[in-house]
């Protein structure tokens, strides 16, 4: 059986920085790509970052764009999210689900969702 297990949220400053892990077990994610959502509440999920497990591509929402570092180890099965510069508006619950097929972006394109991570950013 897949399991995703997402670690590494809490609460932190505006300005301030956190790194999230996502361990998989059950299955390695070979030539997969991994991704972050995240969602806060009242919201739609939205798409945060995206690495193919093999060339290292990596996809940004424009939101998170050269703030947000997305990053794996093939050899731990685990992906990380080094967050920097966080905000208030990026408070919500992150989730790394792994991607089936289609596009990146788009939610419906994976599979094997945990159970998130809690990120609160005080102003």
């Known amino acids: 059986q897949v399991q995703l297990v997402e670690s590494g949220g809490g609460l932190v400053q505006a300005g301030g920085s956190l790194r999230l892990s996502c361990v998989v077990s059950g299955r390695t994610f070979s030539n997969i790509a991994m991704g972050w959502f995240r969602q806060a509440p009242g919201k739609e999920r939205e798409f945060v970052a995206a690495?193919?497990?093999?060339?290292?591509?990596?996809y940004y929402a424009g939101s998170v764009k050269g703030r947000f570092t997305i990053s794996r180890d093939n050899a731990k099965n685990t992906v990380f999210l080094q967050m920097n510069s966080l905000k208030p508006e990026d408070t919500a619950v992150y989730y790394c689900p792994g991607h089936t097929s289609g596009s990146y972006y788009l939610g419906g394109s994976y599979n094997y969702w945990g159970q998130g991570t809690q990120v609160t950013v005080s102003s």
């Open positions: 690495i193919n497990w093999s060339d290292r591509s990596t």
